[in-house]
């Protein structure tokens, strides 16, 4: 389905369950069997379907976009994630390797030149070069803080994508961006809390490591290894704390997104919406999170490998070893990047349509649509 003229948003599908409007089924989408949500309910049980496929639900689904409008099983988030690429390839995929591209050109432009000073210098006749490793270091807040902030605004423009494809509607950058600039700033703001909560809780596991190796230091070497046991129990401790607050705020962002909500709003709601869903959710990033690990480490060997060989043999190949090195980075960014990003906001629909019936609803928008 292509971008619609008048109806860009989830119309009407924000509204509190049970306040679903008035409007047209979709063909094949059969009639309601209730008039509004009744909770406890799935959609399987409230929509008798006239067409689709055979769900695991023991009715058929209606699939207008990516997935069909029912709660997701365990496959379909990585399914519709492929697929939220395919549907819309230009937003998906075209404007993560533009942003990958320009952070690459961008580190190319600044560590090239003092690169090349690095690896042409000589210590047996040349002094250090003090002057690169200063580029080198301020370069690299810099890339940092550029690369973490366009990171964080591609995603939100991918999530706002595939909000879209959800419901068949394939939609160009332009149209992306301007339903998502007015909240960028704010999903800005809510990625750096939600690093800093992940800074604080790491603060805090140093500090009280080094409160137990001052300790052991003061009573004597025989409570080393307890200091050890205790230290190591604090940085597991840390890490499962981290992978918590992780899991219970990763709907911040698509709620922020999708909703239009405040960063205050948005992690209340993320917190609320996963409660009782976490060890699903947990396991379902954790897979995302894995699968697109192993890509992105076997796909870095032959990478690295590649650039190493084109270094090797003289200073003359450097800028086209880095050249060739920042357009395949990128486009293992644009794979990776996306598919993150559509699992996430696919776990925020399938969580909205089990507590709050939002397949329901989002049925009724694409009836209106049509």
């Known amino acids: 389905m292509s971008e619609p003229n008048d109806q860009w948003s989830w119309d009407g599908v924000h509204q509190a369950p049970g306040n679903v409007p008035p409007g047209n089924v979709p063909p094949g989408a059969g009639a309601y069997q209730q008039p509004a949500w009744q909770g406890g309910q799935s959609y399987g049980q409230q929509l008798a379907m006239g067409g689709g496929s055979p769900s695991p639900w023991g009715t058929f689904t209606y699939r207008p976009g990516i997935i069909p409008l ?24 075209g404007l993560s390797l533009l942003v990958a591209v320009v952070l690459g050109v961008l580190e190319a432009i600044i560590f090239g030149p003092a690169l090349g000073d690095l690896l042409a210098f000589d210590p047996e006749t040349s002094a250090v070069p003090v002057g690169e490793l200063g ?5 690299s807040l810099v890339t940092g803080v550029v690369g973490l ?28 961006w301007t339903q998502s600039r007015g909240q960028l700033w704010r999903l800005v703001g809510l990625s750096l809390l939600l690093t800093l909560i992940q800074v ?17 230091a003061a009573l004597g070497t025989d409570s080393v290894w307890v200091v050890l046991l205790l230290s190591l129990l604090v940085v597991i401790g840390a890490g499962v704390l981290i992978g918590f607050f ?17 960063i205050g709003t948005a992690l209340a709601r993320s917190w609320s919406l ?23 480490g076997v796909a870095s060997m032959p990478i690295g490998m590649v650039t190493s060989a084109l270094m090797a043999l003289g200073p003359q190949f450097i800028w086209f070893a880095g050249a060739l090195s920042v357009l395949l980075a990128a486009l293992l960014n644009a794979l990776v990047t996306p598919f993150l990003a559509a699992v996430t906001a696919l776990l925020y629909v399938d969580i909205r349509m089990r507590k709050e019936g939002l397949d329901v609803e989002l049925i009724r928008a694409v009836g209106d649509s049509l």
């Open 149 to 176: 902030v366009a990171t964080i605004v591609l995603n939100g423009l991918l999530v706002t994508s595939v909000s879209q494809s959800v419901l068949g509607r394939r939609v160009s950058i332009g149209a992306v």
């Open 70 to 93: 029912r709660p997701l099983t365990f496959g379909e988030f990585f399914d519709g994630a492929f697929r939220s690429i395919q549907h819309n390839p230009q937003v998906m995929f």
């Open 135 to 139: 580029i080198l270091m301020a370069g």
């Open 200 to 216: 604080a809780v790491i603060t805090a596991a140093v500090v009280l490591v080094v409160l137990l190796i001052s300790g052991a």
């Open 274 to 296: 996963t409660q009782g869903y976490f060890w699903r959710n947990l396991g379902v990033i954790a897979v995302a999170s894995i699968v697109t690990g192993a890509i992105s």
């Open 246 to 262: 992780y899991v219970k705020l990763a709907l911040s962002s698509p709620v922020l997104m999708v909703e239009r909500a405040r």
